[in-house]
């Protein structure tokens, strides 16, 4: 299914779907658009068995996502109804990236700011460029932030760090967003192409149920609420033990040959 704006790119390649943020002459900024294109993008990724992972990236070398677009606020946020159904469908959006059912990563070269840094965490892992930025700017801007967005950053990089990033609001090198355990790894920029197809193919060849457990386990620990659902946790790991995959995984090990896993 192609996307519904050119603005946002939806790519297969193999066991890999790619959705690229396309505006590189604003820096990937998100307008209402592209927000709205993203949970038909990744119903499509989801639905085709083909796919086991998705990299969320942003065309150019400039910019991952440098935060929403601002230039169209006038005529899509204008409004307190405007701002409400705004900000209703890009949390559907965000929402939906969280909850994919497949593992995501995010390649990140050049500017990660704001919302887009919001979008990178959302992701299951991140990969960066040494040259990428990172910042959430909202102390210079009098933005507020809700719970759920600081709990997803202070899970990563706890309180501490969490608060640095909000107060201070100045960018971070890639090297310093490491440290804090923002991202993942950080490669050269002429590798960052190569590394990550190398994570996906890695990932592809595993199982994709016992993926599929743990980043569900993981959701409900990271609960806000602090009541994870440990009987879905529970489900998804007796899937796994009465699954075909099982089978396989245990064949190919005794026959000393790589498993070939099939999702069921």
């Given amino acids: 299914m192609p996307s519904p704006t050119p603005r946002m790119l939806a790519e297969k390649h193999g066991a890999v779907g790619r959705m690229v943020f396309n505006k590189p002459e604003r820096l990937n900024a998100t307008s209402l658009d592209m927000w709205e294109a993203i949970p038909t993008i990744l119903d499509d990724f989801e639905s085709d068995p083909a796919i086991r992972v998705i ?14 677009d601002i230039s169209e606020f006038e005529t899509v946020r204008s409004t307190p109804e405007q701002v409400q159904r705004y900000e209703e469908i890009a ?54 932030y809700r719970a759920a967005g ?21 960018q971070f090198t890639a090297a310093e967003a490491q440290g804090m355990g923002l991202v ?22 595993n199982a994709p149920l016992t993926i599929h457990a743990v980043k569900r386990t993981v959701e409900e620990l990271s609960r806000l609420d602090g ?23 245990r064949r190919a090990f005794m026959e000393k040959r790589r498993p070939v896993f099939k999702g069921r």
């Fill in 55 to 68: 990299v969320v990236t942003g065309a150019g070398d400039k910019a991952f996502v440098s935060g929403a």
């Fill in 150 to 170: 600081i709990q997803t950053l202070m899970s990563l990089v706890g309180p501490a760090f969490a608060k640095e990033i909000f107060y201070t609001g100045r």
């Fill in 184 to 205: 993942n790894r950080v490669v050269p920029v002429a590798e960052l192409d190569a590394y990550v197809m190398r994570y996906c193919e890695t990932i592809a060849a």
């Fill in 227 to 249: 009541r994870p659902d440990l009987g879905r946790s529970a489900a998804l790991v007796k899937e796994c033990f009465e699954s075909a995959d099982y089978i396989e995984g």
């Fill in 91 to 144: 949390e559907r959006a965000s929402g939906r990236l969280a909850r994919c059912s497949k593992p995501t990563i995010a390649r990140i070269r050049g500017y990660c700011v704001g919302g887009g840094l919001a979008t990178a965490l959302t992701c299951d892992l991140r990969i960066a460029s040494e040259d990428s930025r990172f910042a959430v700017p909202a102390a210079k801007l009098g933005l507020g």
